[in-house]
């Protein structure tokens, strides 16, 4: 069965990075992008980007354009969030998924990874 | 950017009870238009996509309507399970998504 497999819980300083992993199994892995949605605390879901695992096209949210970079290994069928100059803001659960038959409906969520910023 | 606007921010509603809840796009989506259920500690599931098609094993208490800018999911009769936060998101311009902000769905 379709699974992603999130790396885990990760505390921060501000100005630091972060890089979070999402190992695809259960599919073929480059016919299907990636998203990357995060939820602080209490708060909804927000888009981050996308990430076609086919050729390594990226769309990012306009609001984190040069802070936040993705990619793949499609040796490892693994998806990696990279975040930059982190801030007590960017405190959240980041999640990847993929869509299913249709492009852009999620039907497969990782299991999150809490990633903390804090002095 | 497309933003998805959702109301009411809470509902309270009784079990057995119909819940209405309502998300509207600043601009026409069509009908490429989802809506997921979220528990407290847990990933959000697909309900409804297509504005109206219910996704694989969703009862069929949960309905989508709606076309364009305006969209309306309905639960029938409300389980004790259905209490959770619920977000619209549209993908008409995919690859990039936005979200609504929630609705909180409470019991009463």
């Known amino acids: 069965q379709v699974q992603l497999v999130q790396s885990g819980a990760e505390v921060k300083k501000p100005g630091a990075s972060v890089k979070v992993s999402c190992k695809a199994s259960?599919?073929?892995?480059?016919?299907?992008?990636i998203s990357w949605v995060r939820q602080a605390p209490g708060q909804g879901l927000e888009w981050m980007g996308w990430?076609?695992?086919?050729?390594?096209?990226?769309n990012y949210a306009q609001k984190l354009q040069g802070r936040v970079t993705m990619t793949t290994d499609t040796s490892t069928s693994t998806a990696y969030m990279e975040l930059r100059s982190l801030r007590s803001d960017d405190t959240a659960v980041y999640y990847c998924?993929?869509?299913?038959?249709?492009?852009?409906?999620?039907?497969?969520w990782g299991q999150g990874t809490l990633v903390t910023v804090s002095s | 950017e497309i933003v998805m606007t959702q109301s009411p921010a809470t509902l309270s509603v009784s079990p057995g009870e119909r819940a209405t809840l309502s998300c509207r796009a600043s601009?026409?989506?069509?009908?490429?238009l989802a809506w997921y259920q979220q528990k407290p500690g847990q990933a959000p599931r697909l309900l409804i996509y297509?504005?109206?098609t219910r996704a694989t094993g969703i009862p069929a208490r949960f309905s989508g309507s709606g076309s364009g800018t305006e969209f309306t999911l309905t639960i029938s009769s409300l389980q004790s399970e259905d209490f959770a936060v619920y977000y619209c998101?549209?993908?008409?311009?995919?690859?990039?998504?936005?979200f609504g902000q929630g609705t909180k769905l409470e019991i009463k």
């Open positions: 998924a993929r869509a299913g038959m249709v492009q852009g409906v999620i039907t497969r």
């Open positions: 259960g599919y073929t892995f480059t016919s299907y992008g």
């Open positions: 990430i076609s695992a086919y050729n390594g096209n990226t």
């Open positions: 601009q026409s989506v069509s009908s490429n």
């Open positions: 297509g504005a109206s």
């Open positions: 998101q549209q993908y008409n311009n995919w690859p990039a998504y936005t």
